[in-house]
Structure formats: C-alpha cells, structure tokens
C-alpha cells in the first residue's frame, strides 16, 4: 500500500503531536568544542563539564575534539562551522588570527572562544577565567599554612591569564602574612605533569612548604614530600586528602548558559563574558576546606570569610595584575 503525499504529511504531524521528545531531539542546538589538550586538563575540564551539563538536560547536541594541534585547530574549526553547528567552543589563545578569520568566514555561526583579545563583530566573543577573587581567597590560606614562609609557584605560560591569578594568590598570602616569600616558574607546557612535578621538587628543595599548583603534578610532588599545595580551577581534594588545602574554582555554567541563551534567541553578540567567571555571578568560588577543614587555624578562616563577604558585597576588588611575576626567592 502506498501513501501520497498529503498522507505522509498527515502521518508526520501526528507522530509530532504524539512523540514531543522527538520534536524537542529535531530542535535541539548543535554544538561543537575544540580543545589542545585532553579533557582533563584543569581549564578545558571546566568548559567540557558545563557543555556536557547541557547536553544531559537535552538543550544540546553536542560534540567535541581534544588534543587538536594548534596547526590543524583553522580546520577542525571549519569542519565544525561547515557541519551545521550553531556554536563553537574554544581557546584561540595560540590561533588568534586563524580563529578570527573562520569567524569571519561564518557569520552565521557563533563562536565563544578563550582569548587574550578584545570581541569580534558580528560573531566572536571571548571568554577567560577570571578567577583571582578566589585565587585571593585560597593565597590568605596559603600564607596561613606555611611554616617556612616560603611558597612554590609552578605555572604552564606567563600569559595574563596565568599572571593574574599567580599575583592575586600572592597578594593574598602577603595580606596573612607579610613574611612569606615566593618561587614562580613555567614550564612552557599546558599539560605536562612530570615537568611541573620536577619544577615543584627543586622549589620544595629550597625549601618551600606550600605549592601553587597551577599545573597537574605540583600536587604529586607535594604529596610525596609531606608538603602542602593550593589548588587552581579545579578542586583534587579527593585525591590529595591530605594535601591539597584549598583551591579557587573556576565554573563555566553561567558562561555556557548564557551564550546558550542567546544564540537560542538570536541575540548573540561579540561581547567579553570574562566577568561571568567572577563570584558575583558564582562562576568562581573558593573550594571547602574539607579535610582540612580542622587543621586551618581559625583566625585565618575568619579573615577569609570576611575578606569572601567584602567581595561579594563589592566592598574589596583583587586587583588585576597580567604583568609576569618574579620570585622572590630561588
């Protein structure tokens, strides 16, 4: 038996009305991200669990691609705008020009990409972790907890991004205690731990009791020498028990959401969504204490909760440094 067209038109708009899930599945918001490093690595972990967040409550088909080359990120780009995404998500730190010119090249696509650069019209806005109101926070208990004064600092670029949130970390511990002195290094790598754990033991060699591990592998070395680390974007407490003190988050949710929103409505805009990271918008928070919850002493909490309050009340604003900071011990 066959059925004309007016039939299969009628059939189709019943199956429609009876299945509202597949009309939601046809009208779900095509999605794609691009990373240089694996999904686990600190900062695109982020990215990845507010993307996959909106996949699991069905607003979005999503699709991803991790370890692209900076060489072949113009052309997973493309694939990704020529495969009928309506947005894409990514770092153009290291392609700006190339990001930008696919940018152009696509008008119809939106693109919300991690960069050190300024919007583009009509497509392009940035984004970064602007996270050194609780990189602040976890500095003043870091300069609580030292015993030698002296603190370790392993980062992967002295880029502005890094830069900000290593001399926010810093102010932090100088407001606890002035005596503190710091080690910075680079390791010029955005994922290599057994690098950054070689630069965290020659830091704790000289004698530093508390790591700022901006990088994985900090946190392993200052487990195996008995020493303590602070945590950045992400929270390893889990890991680290008996490590890891505090951390500063980094949450992409109210980033993503919005971006979302908007290309959902069609009103999306180059804009700069670096302030959606900060803590008045929660998409940044000092991690719990947790298991050392105890073992910070209690003047130090209060000073931390006070200082969490002064910001959220925009009583006090953490100054923005994006110069690179030096040590002050070797």
């Known amino acids: 038996m066959s059925l004309n067209r007016r039939h299969v ?23 794609a991200a691009i990373y240089t490093v694996p999904f686990e690595q600190q900062w695109v972990s982020r990215i990845h669990k507010a993307l996959k967040a909106a996949e699991g409550r069905g607003e979005i088909e999503y699709k991803a691609t991790e370890n ?27 392609v700006e020009a190339a990001a930008r010119k696919v940018a152009k090249d696509f008008p119809k696509v939106s693109f919300l990409m991690g ?23 976890s500095g003043m208990v870091a300069g609580g907890m030292t015993k030698s004064n002296k603190i370790g600092m392993v980062g992967g670029f002295p880029i502005p991004e890094v830069n900000r949130l290593m001399h926010a970390f810093m ?14 290094s680079f390791i010029n790598s955005w994922f290599d731990p057994p690098k950054a754990k070689e630069a965290a033991f020659a830091m704790i060699d000289k004698g530093a009791d508390v790591m700022y591990a901006e990088r994985f592998g900090v946190s392993d070395a200052a487990k195996e020498k008995g020493k303590l680390a602070i945590g950045n974007v992400i929270n390893t407490q889990d890991k680290y028990p008996d490590t890891v003190v505090a951390s500063a988050l980094w949450n992409m949710e109210p980033s993503i959401d919005r971006a979302l929103k908007l290309v959902k409505e069609g009103k999306f805009k180059p804009e700069d969504y670096g302030q959606f990271s900060m803590m008045k918008h929660k998409g940044s928070e000092l991690a719990p ?18 200082k969490e309050e002064a910001i959220l009340a925009g009583k006090f604003t953490v100054k923005v440094d994006d110069s690179q900071p030096k040590a002050s011990f070797k």
């Open 9 to 31: 038109v009628t059939l189709a708009s019943a199956l429609l009305t009876l299945s509202p899930g597949l009309a939601l599945a046809q009208s779900k918001m095509k999605v």
């Open 68 to 94: 692209v080359s900076n060489a072949d990120y113009e052309r997973v780009m493309r694939e990704y705008a020529q495969g009928g995404n309506t947005l894409i998500v990514g770092e153009a730190f290291a």
């Open 289 to 306: 204490l947790g298991t050392f919850e105890s073992k910070v002493p209690a003047d130090i909490k209060a000073k931390v909760k006070a």
């Open 115 to 137: 960069s050190s650069g300024k919007p583009q019209a009509p497509n392009f806005s940035v984004f970064d972790n602007y996270i050194q109101e609780p990189a602040y926070l």
């Open 171 to 184: 102010a932090g511990a100088k407001e606890t205690n002035p005596k503190v002195e710091f080690s910075v």
